[in-house]
């Protein structure tokens, strides 16, 4: 069974910065490309960064790029997303998902894990 378990949110000031996991059980994490996405209050789902497999090839939207790193630890079955530079506008539930889960539309809130709440605000 696919666990997908987000952690790492919190408040933090603007222009602070905070590191997100995701730990993934049930399936061979190494094999897939994986996703974050984001969902602020009243807003749709948002994509956020995606990587490849093996962690050589990455993007970014362009509202975070030069501020989160995406990256992942095959070795431990987790996914992180580093925020620097947080702006109030970052404020979202943050949630991972296997890309190709999220290219069909099945990512975000009720499909995988409970997402982690990040709130910038002074």
């Known amino acids: 069974q696919v666990q997908l378990v987000e952690s790492g949110g919190g408040l933090v000031q603007p222009g602070g910065s905070l590191r997100l996991s995701c730990a993934a059980s049930?399936?061979?994490?190494?094999?897939?490309?994986m996703t974050w996405v984001r969902q602020a209050p009243g807003k749709g789902l948002e994509w956020v960064s995606d990587?490849?497999?093996?962690?050589?090839?990455?993007n970014y939207a362009d509202s975070v790029k030069g501020r989160f790193t995406i990256s992942r630890d095959n070795a431990k079955n987790t996914l992180y997303l580093q925020m620097s530079s947080l702006k109030p506008e970052d404020t979202a539930v943050y949630y991972c998902?296997?890309?190709?889960?999220?290219?069909?539309?099945?990512?975000?809130?009720?499909?995988w894990g409970q997402g982690t709440q990040v709130t910038v605000s002074s």
């Open positions: 998902a296997k890309t190709i889960d999220y290219r069909k539309g099945n990512a975000g809130p009720g499909y």
């Open positions: 049930g399936f061979t994490f190494s094999f897939y490309d």
């Open positions: 990587i490849s497999n093996g962690g050589v090839r990455t």
